[in-house]
């Protein structure tokens, strides 16, 4: 199973940017579908992106609807990380995120389709 560890996450203002990171290892990120979740206080899990496996035609990526056209997950093969670049981000941002791996993936934007998961990182928005 793929050990996961996120980084990047901080205080920053509303309108701001982040770009959080996940390093893998035990595993090769280009073998695996990857994805970020986030979870607020007081409230589930809820998925935000996604990126297949690489394939010859190109990883293919989901979002919710809530950060669409804000963030785009990207994949470094080289450095085995996986990133979430937010833009344009806004006080209901504020969540833990959490990065996760699969080596196939169906479901994506369901918790219980993801079996490797990192310990989260903490993005705080302030307006």
């Known amino acids: 199973q793929v050990q996961l560890v996120e980084s990047g996450g901080g205080l920053v203002q509303a309108g701001g940017s982040l770009r959080l990171s996940c390093a893998a290892s035990?595993?090769?990120?280009?073998?695996?579908?990857l994805g970020w979740f986030r979870q607020a206080a007081g409230k589930e899990r809820e998925f935000v992106a996604a990126?297949?496996?690489?394939?010859?035609?190109?990883?293919?990526?989901y979002y919710a609807d809530s950060v669409k056209g804000r963030s785009t997950i990207s994949r470094d093969n080289a450095k085995n990380t996986v990133y979430l670049q937010m833009n344009s981000l806004k006080p209901e941002d504020t969540a833990v995120y959490f990065c996760?791996?699969?080596?196939?993936?169906?479901?994506?934007?369901?918790?219980?389709?993801?079996?490797?998961w990192g310990q989260g990182t903490q993005v705080t928005v302030s307006s």
């Open positions: 996760a791996a699969e080596r196939e993936i169906g479901a994506y934007n369901y918790t219980w389709a993801w079996n490797s």
């Open positions: 035990g595993g090769i990120v280009s073998s695996y579908a």
């Open positions: 990126m297949t496996a690489w394939e010859w035609r190109g990883a293919r990526t």
